[in-house]
């Protein structure tokens, strides 16, 4: 019963509730946990996010008092939930003072540092690995694309290449999808060349996951062409893919390749997202198209019913501002349902500053 309420989905913490009146009672009546209790008591607990954090401490004040610190089971379950938490001390102290540690705890530690931004500690801990798996080396080298280590990420694929004997890994999907990515953070259209040659070398499957990586690192890097042959060539296409190619048109200021690629997007039968229309108000920003801004602006909230955020009302700023429409500029703004951020005043700056409105630009 502890289970089934501990790992309920969806609802209120009434469940959890439940499972912790279960455990409490099971001590009442004399009845010990097991290796099994634990697990799922801090599974419900990771999920409960006003107190999961206090009581995951009882419940490893509990793990200690009956012994089981020496399950690596409990053990790792107790760091992913300390991890979830924040509460980077504490998983690093029981992690050191686990009798039994295999690979998903050392996997934890370094998720777990990476995910509340300790890039150092993840790889300072990587590297004291003495065993790692597929899962290690995308955990690592996705954790510094996202922190922004692209150079850093790309050093560790080229190292991976290089293992030999029982320290072999494959990579995977996982892991030239994050690679793309750190090529199009670095504009390295020759890496990125690479790693799509690597791709056809080892018949890694180009699924809809890479198609869009490729698509998003050629156009990044200057070559559209590319991208939009790649996309072509792409068997599926979600929303994600589609996104990135509009996105693509839009950086490169072909606007109305943007919209026609939208539009195809449409009549393919595929939702737009919120990214998608970000990509399209930037094409409308990048190509002076104002008109197709508004309706853009427009379609967004009342046909797809997506409320407009922050970054929309940006660059619907950015249009109307670089068009010299400062009178509707302000009117946007003052409209805004949240409060104006530095990318909404300085976007309107930029187009006071392009068609010198100084007046405006110094309130």
């Known amino acids: 019963m502890i289970r089934l309420y501990g790992c309920l989905e969806g609802g209120d913490d009434t469940h959890y509730f439940k499972a912790l009146m279960l455990y409490k009672q099971m001590l009442n009546n004399g009845i010990a946990p097991n290796s099994l209790t634990f697990p799922f008591l801090v599974k419900g607990c990771n999920r409960w996010q006003c107190g999961g954090a206090t009581t995951g401490q009882v419940i490893h004040g509990q793990v200690l008092k009956f012994g089981f610190l020496n399950d690596v089971f409990v053990g790792n379950s107790l760091i992913s939930l300390f991890m979830n938490f924040g509460l980077l001390n504490n998983a690093r102290k029981l992690f050191d003072e686990m009798f039994v540690r295999d690979i998903v705890s050392w996997n934890s530690m370094v998720v777990g540092y990476l995910r509340n931004g300790e890039i150092d500690m993840a790889l300072n801990l990587f590297r004291k690995m003495s065993r790692r798996n597929i899962i290690t080396w995308n955990s690592i080298i996705t954790g510094l694309v996202q922190a922004g280590h692209a150079k850093e990420s790309l050093e560790l694929f ?110 393919a039968g595929v939702k737009p997202n919120h990214v998608t229309f970000v990509g399209l108000l930037s094409a409308c920003s990048h190509s002076g198209l104002v008109e197709q801004g508004r309706w853009c602006f427009d379609v967004m909230k009342h046909d797809y019913m997506i409320e407009p955020q922050i970054y929309h009302y940006a660059c619907m700023v950015d249009i109307l501002s670089r068009a010299r429409l400062f009178d509707e500029s302000m009117i946007l703004i003052r409209s805004m349902p949240m409060k104006p951020d530095v990318y909404v005043w300085g976007a309107l700056l930029g187009g006071c500053q392009m068609h010198g409105n100084i007046e405006l630009g110094e309130k």
């Open 158 to 267: 080229h190292e991976m290449q290089f293992l030999s004997g029982d320290e072999v890994v494959k990579p995977d999907k996982i892991t030239i999808a994050s690679v793309l990515s750190a090529c199009s953070q670095l504009g390295s259209i020759d890496h990125g060349r690479w790693v799509h040659a690597y791709l056809r070398k080892n018949n890694i499957e180009c699924d809809v996951v890479i198609g869009t990586a490729l698509v998003n690192m050629y156009g990044k890097c200057g070559n559209v062409l590319q991208a939009f042959e790649i996309f072509n060539d792409m068997p599926e296409k979600d929303a994600s893919a589609w996104t990135a190619m509009i996105s693509v048109f839009a950086l490169h200021g072909l606007g109305k390749k943007a919209f026609d690629c939208f539009l195809e997007m449409e009549r």
